[in-house]
């Protein structure tokens, strides 16, 4: 059981808005993946005036190979095992009892709300140790106000749910058992198991028809593979040679889940629609009001290298509000003019590039003759020398309907062909074509882009680079493959492996949970929030 010490700095470091706690003391989290103390979600390394960067960043393959291994077995130490015999001792969310600590009538805004919450199984029996799934959210869906909560898991069964009240009115309060400890534990030691779980197809051209074979990061075949490698980072992804055509007739790509499962029939049953994202708290609202004296206090405006808090803020109005700044408004054209824009990654950064072209009515789509609805993108302001561009990222991406992977690349060598500087600005996302692979995977990927931004900033220190985060998407679609279990672990292992650069993040996650969305591909108000934090970055 941890300290009482170790429960205190634990409570700084995880985050609050959905949070995930199987580890075992703080101390281990810090020192195995040296995550910082306060995680800044605007900025989470504070800008320096002279960035300490090597001359020569040069890092071999065996060094990142190491650097992975670490990472994968502090991962495995920080998740332990729980296996259960029967469902009925998993964490039930009827049983649990969440109460609220010092209850008033009448609640101020400003204040911290606090609940203490008592994790039990189906019999009743209270937990011995923590680490269920949670995530805490408060709402006034009248007022279209929300905030993610804090979550201290204390290891031993209970956890404190802590509330910020942003805004008066009448609030509902919101806990919900994602997954319990035992559930987490299956979908860790699941997710690890293989790569098959996703097959591809590849369509080589044979004059005017092609000819279709299996491809993988990783293929269990004894037919000759064509292997795709970038050498530099050793990234490497594979299809069955068609015979009689070379590998370089490689031209589309589409995928389809297959029906391999790593999960027993008994795990299974804790991912059933009924069992995930349960509510703990039913019929919790409370009444805040204004209180004399509590006037809320001017903040700074929002720009890069800016710290947050936790949470970093709340929707209000359907308009996000940091805690540590404000977002001053913004004139888009205005701010773009002159910026080359490079949005790298997933779909989820590609709705910036729908917002952008949506939003500038000058803006204008180049043809660069491709198809399908994840074909290179750029649009151009010739007047005002705006330059926008999106570019999904290498394998693995998946999707049913079928994409050119011609022009296909990392985005490691993207930036590597970057020149950057003052009028650049390059966005990455990162993470959910990732989730239904072994995490060695996106640590490999995040190594390479981290690898590649610390050589653009010794050729051109004063690039913006930003990394968004994930959102949170659907609790009940493909869990073992999807669940935003596997999205949580990625977005802590991604702040620790960057935390070491001059880089800002966008954090949607914590937006997302605010907004309530459980959309991978949320409105255009959610979208239209992040691209605002961008704009006052820039501007």
């Known amino acids: 059981m941890a300290n009482p010490k170790s429960l205190s700095v634990l409570s700084l470091i995880l985050a609050s808005w959905i949070i995930f706690t199987v580890f075992q003391n703080s101390t281990k989290i810090r020192t195995a993946l040296k995550l910082p103390i306060s995680l800044h979600h605007w900025n989470f390394i504070a800008k320096s005036s002279s960035p300490k960067l090597p001359l020569h960043p040069v890092v071999s393959s065996v060094e990142t190979e190491i650097r992975i291994k670490r990472i994968i077995e502090k991962l495995d130490q920080l998740i332990p095992p729980r296996p259960f015999?029967?469902?009925?001792?998993?964490?039930?969310?009827a049983h649990s009892t969440a109460t609220i600590l010092h209850p008033r009538d009448t609640y101020c805004r400003g204040d911290q709300l606090d609940i203490?919450?008592?994790?039990?199984?189906?019999?009743?029996?209270?937990?011995?140790?923590?680490?269920?799934?949670?995530?805490?959210?408060?709402?006034?869906?009248?007022?279209?106000?929300?905030?993610?909560?804090?979550?201290?898991?204390?290891?031993?069964?209970?956890?404190?749910?802590?509330?910020?009240?942003?805004?008066?009115g009448w609030v509902s309060l919101s806990i919900r058992l994602i997954h319990p400890s035992e559930g987490v534990s299956a979908l860790w030691r699941a997710r690890n198991q293989g790569y098959d779980r996703v097959i591809?197809?590849?369509?080589?051209?044979?004059?005017?028809?092609?000819?279709?074979?299996?491809?993988?990061?990783?293929l269990n075949s004894s037919a000759e593979l064509c292997e795709y490698l970038d050498a530099q980072d050793q990234e490497a992804f594979y299809c069955v040679r068609p015979q009689h055509l070379p590998c370089a007739a490689l031209t589309h790509m589409h995928s389809r889940s297959t029906a391999v499962s790593y999960l027993s029939r008994q795990e299974w049953r804790l991912f059933e629609r009924s069992n995930v994202g349960v509510e703990i708290m039913e019929n919790n609202a409370i009444n805040v009001s204004k209180c004399n004296g509590k006037n809320v206090p001017m903040?700074?405006?929002?720009?890069?290298?800016?710290?947050?808090t936790i949470p970093g803020g709340h929707v209000w109005k359907e308009t996000w509000n940091p805690v540590s700044c404000s977002l001053a408004p913004i004139k888009m054209k205005e701010c773009l003019r002159g910026k080359f824009i490079y949005l790298m990654g997933d779909s989820t950064i590609r709705q910036w590039m729908e917002y952008f072209k949506?939003?500038?009515?000058?803006?204008?789509?180049?043809?660069?003759?491709?198809?399908?609805?994840?074909?290179?993108?750029?649009?151009?302001?010739?007047?005002?020398?705006?330059?926008?561009?999106?570019?999904?990222?290498?394998?693995?991406?998946?999707?049913s309907l079928t994409y050119s992977v011609k022009e296909i690349e990392y985005i490691a060598r993207v930036i590597d062909r970057t020149g950057g500087g003052k009028n650049t600005v390059i966005v990455i996302s990162l993470g959910q074509h990732f989730r239904p692979f072994p995490i060695?995977?996106?640590?490999?990927?995040?190594?390479?882009?981290?690898k590649a931004i610390q050589r653009l900033l010794l050729r051109s220190p004063d690039t913006m680079v930003i990394i968004k985060a994930e959102n949170i998407r659907e609790l009940h679609s493909d869990v073992e493959r999807f669940s935003d279990f596997h999205g949580y672990v990625?977005?802590?292992?991604?702040?620790?492996?960057f935390q070491d650069l001059n880089v800002g993040l966008i954090d949607a996650w914590d937006l997302t949970i605010a907004y309530g969305t459980n959309n991978v591909h949320p409105s255009q108000s959610v979208v239209r929030n992040q691209v605002s934090i961008l704009l006052n970055y820039i501007c």
């Open 85 to 93: 015999t029967h469902i009925s001792t998993t964490t039930s969310a």
């Open 116 to 168: 203490l919450l008592e994790a039990r199984d189906h019999f009743g029996h209270r937990k011995e140790y923590g680490g269920d799934f949670l995530r805490a959210r408060m709402s006034s869906p009248a007022l279209k106000a929300g905030a993610s909560g804090k979550v201290t898991d204390f290891n031993n069964g209970t956890y404190l749910v802590s509330f910020t009240l942003f805004w008066e």
């Open 200 to 218: 591809f197809t590849g369509q080589f051209a044979s004059g005017s028809s092609h000819v279709d074979t299996d491809c993988a990061l990783v």
């Open 299 to 308: 903040k700074k405006k929002c720009k890069f290298g800016m710290a947050s």
């Open 358 to 399: 949506n939003s500038i009515s000058t803006l204008k789509s180049v043809d660069l003759h491709e198809s399908g609805k994840l074909q290179h993108q750029l649009a151009v302001d010739v007047d005002e020398n705006i330059h926008i561009q999106w570019q999904k990222h290498g394998y693995p991406l998946i999707g």
């Open 440 to 450: 060695g995977v996106f640590i490999r990927r995040t190594l390479n882009v981290h």
């Open 490 to 497: 990625q977005y802590l292992a991604i702040k620790d492996i």
